[in-house]
């Protein structure tokens, strides 16, 4: 009895660190496994932007990110993609890119 609860705890074990390897390498080829916006900041801040990243839905979040990354410090802020701002500056990289 005690061999077969053995077993069954080292497969449990090795199962875990299987799942557990296998998301380390997919976040390190740079998939996310889940939203990365927890928090979104809606008060304006287009001035300090250097660069905007949009996400659309995917497999493993369900809703748009817009991460832009601050130009004196680098820190990524997550964007409300409701606010009427945050819509004016997609709107405006957007038609920038058409041209």
């Given amino acids: 009895m005690n061999s077969s ?21 997919l976040r390190s ?14 008060k304006p801040i287009g001035r300090h932007i250097e660069r905007v990243e949009l996400i ?5 979040c369900e809703e748009t990110e817009i991460i832009a990354t601050l130009k004196k410090t680098g820190q990524e802020v997550c964007l409300n993609p409701d606010a009427s701002w945050v819509k004016r500056v997609i709107q405006k990289i957007l038609s920038s890119r058409r041209r």
């Fill in 29 to 42: 080829l740079g998939v996310e496994l889940h939203c990365r916006c927890i928090q979104t900041e809606s």
């Fill in 56 to 60: 659309p839905p995917n497999s493993h």
């Fill in 5 to 25: 609860r053995a077993m069954v705890i080292a497969v449990l074990v090795l199962l875990a660190h299987l799942e557990v390897s296998e998301g380390m390498s």
